[in-house]
């Protein structure tokens, strides 16, 4: 059972460049979304899933996209990478928020990718 | 103003102090959250909670639903336990968290 594995660890990247960071969980979790952390700030949803097929913006959806085809995988990608993005990302998977007399479940995170855009 | 408020923002103690990190918060919630993210920068979920006391180890979480509040305790803190805490709250509808901007605790030998 890996929990959620995230690649790659490190990225650099230039301006305007594009690129996919991966996500998957072996967990059959419902729900995923990704974060960023900036120095000074809270984590900040970014996107999130509820299912395979369904997904929704976040709080800083700005240059992202994200899909789900399947229940484990759900990649972000950056179309057109800006300065603004460098940051440290995480995606994060629980079941479906709603369940349970809490309303909610532990989230498991992966272990970030650390990206620099230059 | 943030919906979820950390304090201290950093937190530096003693071995074996007893540490209490606070976490408020202005919406409606469901349950509440602490996350613990280490120097290396992995986080792990700690205590997920909607109303009274849990407790797993030295760790002790409560939370007051009137009063828009919770704990986190440490007793018999280590250096080990140097690391963030982060605060995290889930709404009455949909499914996002809502974080703090997390406490660094750093525990003294």
């Known amino acids: 059972n890996a929990g959620v594995t995230q690649t790659p660890k490190f990225q650099v990247l230039k301006t305007g460049q594009s690129m996919t960071l991966q996500c998957a969980q072996d967990?059959?979790?419902?729900?995923m979304s990704w974060y960023r952390q900036d120095p000074g700030m809270g984590l900040r949803l970014i996107h999130y899933?509820?299912?395979?097929?369904?997904?929704d913006q976040g709080e800083v959806p700005n240059g992202y996209n994200v899909s789900r085809s399947t229940t484990e995988d759900f990649p972000l990608r950056l179309l057109s990478a800006a300065p603004s993005q460098t940051s440290v990302y995480f995606c994060?998977?629980?079941?479906?928020?709603?369940?349970?007399?809490?309303?909610?479940?532990?989230?498991?995170f992966g272990p970030g990718t650390r990206l620099t855009v230059l | 103003k943030n919906e979820v408020e950390q304090s201290p923002q950093n937190l530096t103690a003693q071995e074996g102090e007893f540490i209490t990190i606070n976490c408020s918060y202005s919406?409606?919630?469901?349950?509440l959250h602490w996350l613990q993210q280490h120097p290396g920068g992995g986080i792990v979920s700690l205590f997920m909670?909607?109303?009274g006391k849990k407790k797993h180890g030295r760790l002790i979480a409560t939370i007051n639903i009137q009063e828009k509040h919770s704990s986190l305790h440490i007793t018999a803190s280590h250096p080990r336990d140097s690391a963030v805490y982060i605060c995290?709250?889930?709404?009455?509808?949909?499914?996002?968290?809502?974080f703090g901007e997390g406490t660094q605790l750093t525990v003294n030998p």
């Open positions: 967990m059959n979790h419902e729900y």
């Open positions: 994060a998977s629980s079941y479906r928020q709603g369940q349970g007399t809490s309303g909610s479940s532990p989230q498991f």
């Open positions: 909670l909607s109303s």
């Open positions: 899933s509820v299912g395979a097929g369904i997904t």
């Open positions: 995290a709250v889930k709404g009455t509808s949909g499914s996002r968290l809502t």
């Open positions: 919406v409606g919630i469901s349950a």
